[in-house]
C-alpha cells in the first residue's frame, strides 16, 4: 500500500491491535476524534471502546496507568499529543516505566509504547515543537524511536509493540504528510537498536534520525553537485543506539557530522561525538561536527526556521569538516 | 438573592469506629472480621510492632538501610491486608510494609530491598506492584492494573495506597480521577499518620477531611478510625467487594499517627512534642484490639506472647535467609534495565565488567 508517515502509523497499530488482544491504544483524543494528527482515526470505530479508548486531559497518568496495564500483562500504546508534553511525563517515563523491571528483579515489564509528534517549523504554540529525545536518551530502560519514512515508521512502531521494554516512539510532525511511499501489507518489523545506510557515500558521515534524516538527505544531493559524496546513517533507534554503524561509517569516511534539531548542549550530537573520538579517533581527519538547534528554548514561530537545521545548516558543516 | 454564590467545601465524613480506644464495642458493621479474623488481625498487628522494632535495629547494628517506621498504624495496615483476597493487587508504598507481609509478599522480599538488594520474587499468586518510594507516583499505576483487570475480565480488585503527604502530588489527582472516570475496580487508601515527615496534615490541604476528596472524582469516600482494626477491615471489605462487584472505586482516608520518626534517618523532636506523642501512644491499636476480645472473650491467655514469639522466630529465620544472599552484581544491573538489550548494550556491558575486572572489583577470587 500507498502511505505517509502519519498513516503508516496508524496501520501499524491496526495491524497490533487486530494480532494482539492485550494491545489497547489510550490518550487525550484518539477515540471517536481519532488523534489530533488522525493517527488513531477509525480505530476505535473498528476495534471498540475496550481497546481503543480516551483519557482524562492529564498526561502523567496516561503513562502512569500505561505502568499499571503493563504490568498487568497488557501492552498500551500511549499517545501524548504533543513532545513537548513529555515532560509532564517525565517522572512517571524515568522513574517508573524505566525502572519497573530492575525493582522487581525482572518479575514485571513495563512492556509499552509511549507516541508523540515532535519538532518544529510547523507554526505551533509554544512547547509543541521540542525535541526531547536526549532527555529520554539519558534514561537507560526506555528505548528512543525516531523514524524518518512510511516504511520505517510502521516497521519500527511494530517492533516498538512486541518489545519488552518501554519505548518512546517520536514521530517527526514536520514530515507526517509529506511523504509518501508504498509499506509492506500486513506485519513486519524493522529491528530496534539498529541503524541504516539511507545514502551510501565516501566523503563525509551525516548521522541523523526522525525529520532531519530527510533534511540531511537533502544536503546530501546538494552537495553532490559539487563533487561531495555524503554518507547519510539513519539512526532509528536513537537510545540504545547503533554505534557500530555509525563507526564503520566515519571509519570509512574519516569525517562526521552530527544532526539533529534539539538542543546542542548535551545532546545527541556531544555523545556521538564523543564516541566517535573515543572509538574511532585515529580514522577522523577533521573535528566531528554538529549541526543542531540552538542553546536556548524552542523559540517563537517567526525564528524557528532559522533554529532547525536545514539544508543550509547541514552543507555549511560538511564544508567546515572537509576543510581540514 | 443569596448573601453569597460561593457554597461552603463543606461536606460530612463521620469517622466510622466500631471499638472505642477503651475496647468498648460501639456498633456492628455486616462486614466487619469474624472470630477467626479478628485473631489473624490481632496475630498481624503484633506481627507489625516486633517487625518495626526489628527493622530498626537492624538498622542501627548497620545491616539494612534507612528504613520508614510503622508503629501505631498496625490497625490500618492489617485491617485493609485481611480485607483483600490473595490475588488482589496492593500498590503501595514503604509505608504498607506490613499490608505487604500481611498480604502475602515474603518478609525476605523486603529484607532484600532493604538490604540494599533485589526484592527477588514475591510469591506465586500474590497480587502486588513492589513496594514504591516515589510519592504518590503508584497511584496511576493502580488505576491502570485495575483497568487491565476489568479489561481482562479478571474479578481482582487493585487497592492503591498512600499516605496524606501524598494526597497533595498531582499523581493523586490523576490516579483518582482516572479511576473515577473509567469506573474501574480499584480502591484508594490513605493512611492519614498527621505528619509528611515535618509537614503537618494541616499544612497538605485546607479541606477538612482527605475522605472528602472523593467526592472530586464521583466516588464514594469513607473516613474511619485507623487505629480501630475492626473498622478499617470492615469499610475496606465493604469498598473491596464493592469495586469487585463492578461498582467502581472508592476512597478510604484512615485516621491514625505515625508514633515512629518518619524513618531512621529522622529526629521528630525538631517539629513535635512529645506530648503529642506521648498522648497518641495512649491510643495502641494493638491494646485496643486486645481489650475488645478480652472483653468479648476472643482473648486466649497468653495470645499476645505466643504471637510475638511466632514473630520472633519468623523475622530471626527471614533474617538468616536473606544474609546468606547478596544477590546484586554489576550484570544483575545491566540485565535488569532491559529485557531486550540492543547490541550496543551488551557491549557496554562487557566493558563496564573488563574495567572493573582491571581494577581488581570483580572476579576477585
Not at chain 2, 540485565?335 to 551488551?346: E, F, M, R
Amino acid at each position: 500500500m500507498k502511505a505517509n508517515i502519519v498513516e503508516a502509523i496508524q496501520d501499524a497499530m491496526r495491524v497490533a491491535l487486530a494480532r494482539d488482544k492485550e494491545v489497547v491504544v489510550l490518550g487525550e483524543d484518539v477515540g471517536r476524534n481519532g488523534g489530533v494528527f488522525r493517527a488513531t482515526d477509525g480505530l476505535q470505530a473498528e476495534f471498540g471502546e475496550d481497546r481503543v479508548f480516551d483519557t482524562p486531559l492529564a498526561e502523567s497518568s496516561i503513562v502512569g496507568v500505561g505502568v499499571g496495564l503493563a504490568a498487568y500483562g497488557m501492552h498500551p500504546i500511549c499517545e501524548i499529543q504533543f513532545g513537548g508534553f513529555l515532560y509532564i511525563t517525565m517522572n512517571q517515563i524515568a522513574s517508573q516505566a524505566a525502572r519497573l523491571r530492575m525493582r522487581t528483579g525482572g518479575q514485571m515489564r513495563a512492556g509499552m509504547v509511549i507516541r508523540a509528534p515532535y519538532g518544529g517549523n510547523v507554526r505551533t504554540p509554544d512547547l509543541h515543537s521540542d525535541s526531547l529525545e536526549a532527555l529520554l536518551a539519558h534514561t537507560p530502560g526506555v528505548k528512543v524511536v525516531m523514524p524518518s519514512t512510511p516504511y520505517n515508521a510502521k516497521g519500527l512502531l511494530l517492533a516498538a509493540v512486541d518489545d519488552p521494554d518501554p519505548v518512546v516512539f517520536l514521530e517527526p510532525m514536520r514530515i507526517y504528510r509529506g511523504l509518501r511511499a508504498e509499506i509492506p501489507d500486513g506485519h513486519y518489523e524493522v529491528a530496534l537498536g539498529e541503524a541504516r545506510i539511507a545514502r551510501e557515500g565516501q566523503d563525509v558521515t551525516l548521522v541523523a534520525y526522525g525529520a532531519e534524516v530527510q533534511t540531511s538527505l537533502e544536503a546530501a544531493e546538494q552537495l553532490s553537485a559539487e563533487g561531495i559524496s555524503c554518507e547519510v546513517v539513519d539512526l532509528q533507534t536513537v537510545s540504545p543506539y547503533d554505534r557500530e554503524t555509525v563507526l564503520a561509517s566515519v571509519e570509512k569516511t574519516g569525517r562526521a557530522v552530527v544532526v539533529h534539531e534539539a538542543v546542542r548542549q548535551a545532546g545527541m550530537g556531544a555523545e556521538i561525538a564523543a564516541v566517535i573520538q573515543e572509538q574511532a579517533f585515529y580514522s577522523l581527519a577533521a573535528p566531528v561536527q554538529r549541526v543542531t538547534g540552538w542553546n536556548t528554548p524552542f523559540p517563537f514561530v517567526q525564528a524557528e526556521h532559522l533554529y532547525v537545521p536545514g539544508a543550509a545548516h547541514i552543507a555549511q558543516s560538511v564544508r567546515r569538516a572537509l576543510q581540514d | 438573592m443569596p448573601e453569597s454564590f460561593l457554597r461552603p467545601p463543606k461536606a460530612e465524613f463521620p469517622l466510622v469506629r466500631l471499638v472505642g480506644e477503651d475496647g468498648t464495642r460501639l456498633g456492628h458493621s455486616p462486614t466487619e472480621p469474624d472470630a477467626e479474623t479478628q485473631t489473624q488481625l490481632f496475630r498481624w498487628m503484633v506481627f507489625g510492632r516486633v517487625f518495626d522494632q526489628r527493622m530498626i535495629s537492624l538498622q542501627r547494628q548497620g545491616r539494612i538501610g534507612t528504613i520508614g517506621t510503622i508503629r501505631g498504624q498496625e490497625a490500618s495496615a492489617a485491617g485493609l491486608a485481611l480485607a483483600m483476597r490473595r490475588t488482589d493487587w496492593l500498590v503501595g508504598s514503604y509505608r504498607e510494609l506490613l499490608a505487604y507481609v500481611a498480604h502475602g509478599v515474603a518478609i525476605e522480599n523486603v529484607l532484600n530491598l532493604y538490604r540494599g538488594g533485589v526484592p527477588g520474587p514475591f510469591p506465586e499468586g500474590v497480587g502486588a506492584m513492589p513496594v514504591q518510594i516515589v510519592i504518590g507516583t503508584q497511584l496511576p499505576h493502580a488505576a491502570g492494573a485495575a483497568l487491565a483487570a476489568k479489561l481482562r475480565g479478571s474479578d481482582d480488585v487493585v487497592v492503591g495506597c498512600c499516605g496524606d503527604g501524598a494526597t497533595s502530588e498531582g499523581d493523586f489527582h490523576e490516579g483518582l480521577n482516572f479511576a473515577g472516570a473509567h469506573k474501574v475496580p480499584a480502591v484508594f487508601f490513605v493512611q492519614n499518620n498527621g505528619w509528611a515527615i515535618s509537614v503537618p496534615r494541616g499544612r497538605q490541604t485546607a479541606s477538612e477531611t482527605i475522605a472528602e476528596k472523593a467526592w472530586g472524582y464521583g466516588m464514594p469516600g469513607v473516613l474511619v478510625d485507623g487505629n480501630d482494626a475492626l473498622a478499617v477491615y470492615a469499610v475496606a471489605k465493604e469498598a473491596i467487594d464493592r469495586a469487585r462487584a463492578g461498582e467502581g472505586p472508592a476512597l478510604i482516608e484512615a485516621l491514625t499517627y505515625r508514633v515512629g520518626p518518619h524513618t531512621t534517618s529522622d529526629d521528630p523532636r525538631r517539629y513535635r512534642s512529645d506530648d503529642e506523642v506521648a498522648q497518641h501512644e495512649k491510643d495502641d491499636p494493638i491494646v485496643r484490639l486486645r481489650l475488645l476480645m478480652e472483653k468479648e472473650g476472643a482473648y486466649e491467655e497468653g495470645m499476645q506472647e505466643r504471637f510475638e514469639e511466632e514473630a520472633r522466630a519468623a523475622m530471626s529465620l527471614a533474617i538468616e535467609r536473606a544474609e546468606a544472599v547478596a544477590n546484586v552484581t554489576p550484570e544483575t544491573i545491566f540485565d535488569l534495565t532491559w529485557a531486550a538489550p540492543t547490541p550496543s548494550v551488551l557491549r557496554d556491558r562487557q566493558r563496564t565488567l573488563e574495567d572493573l575486572k582491571e581494577i581488581g572489583e570483580v572476579g576477585k577470587e
